[in-house]
């Protein structure tokens, strides 16, 4: 159950090297996939924002992109 649970919220995020590293980080990992998304993950050398593309009204669902682009 637990591993589940870290595999489930785990992100990937792929480095300048090519590696995929994989990261836990909090309240990111509630937010849902959609390739349409207007908001996007910003990754710095450290550390982790979520850019909102658009304002976002009161109970909103925000999604990201998990990938899948070229």
């Keep these: 159950w637990a591993v589940f649970v870290v595999v489930s919220r785990v992100i990937g995020i792929y480095e300048n090297d090519g590696r995929c590293a994989k990261y836990l980080i909090p309240v990111v990992d509630m937010c849902n996939h959609s ?3 207007p ?7 450290d550390s982790f924002r979520v850019i909102a593309g658009r304002d976002i009204p009161l109970g909103e669902e925000i999604c990201i992109r998990y990938g899948g682009g070229t």
Excluded: D, K, V
């Design 35 to 37: 390739m349409t998304a």
């Design 39 to 45: 908001h996007e993950l910003q990754c710095r050398s």
